[in-house]
């Protein structure tokens, strides 16, 4: 079946710093691919997506490209704040019957602390 | 516009009993889709309705049930409810396929 895998950390970092957050997956056809975050007590928030290979997603500074060679969708940002702090997942939505949503598959979470 | 409005936010409730939750979706978003949430199991599916018709379920027992009604409103309920079943319940819209998916706050389910 769909999955997704991704670092889990907690990943600490200072403020100013370049993230990375490596997110890959495994899928059969041609999937769309998310990363979302979560604040604490919140729920998710859609952070920025991407529909086919290739595409560029991108949000507040956020940017992830989707590569179907490497099965990746990492998530960059060049200059992190206190703010970013958060947990972020990478989720994939398959198209298994056509037609309609089909729900996400998401990765285990990457707890992201920033560090003035 | 209106975002997807999960209630109740917090329920207590005792091993044995049942609940049932509640999802109001974006207007015009006629998929709702369910997520349990725990700190070690992470998020998982549990089910998927368009159109009032459920379109996928996840890895959960037949506890675990839900419905949508013809505004896209949808519920879930679980009956004879034990300790492991503690955990955020989100509920997600869509519009359609390979849209973002918004999710409501979640209701926060204690089972004592």
Redesign the interface.
Known sequence: GDSVTQMEGPVTLSEEAFLTINCTYTATGYP?L?W?VQYPG?????LL?A?KADDKGSNKGFEATYRKETTSFHLEKGSVQVSDSAVY?CAL?G???????????????THLIIQP | KAGVTQTPRYLIKTRGQQVTLSCSPISGHRSVSWYQQTPGQGLQFLFEYFSETQRNKGNFPGRFSGRQFSNSRSEMNVSTLELGDSALYLCASSFGQGGGYTFGSGTRLTVV
Do not use: C, V
């Open positions: 769309s998310f979302y919140e729920g998710l928030q859609l997506k529909t997942f939505s198209r298994r019957g056509g037609g309609g949503a089909d729900g996400l598959t998401f990765g285990k979470g």
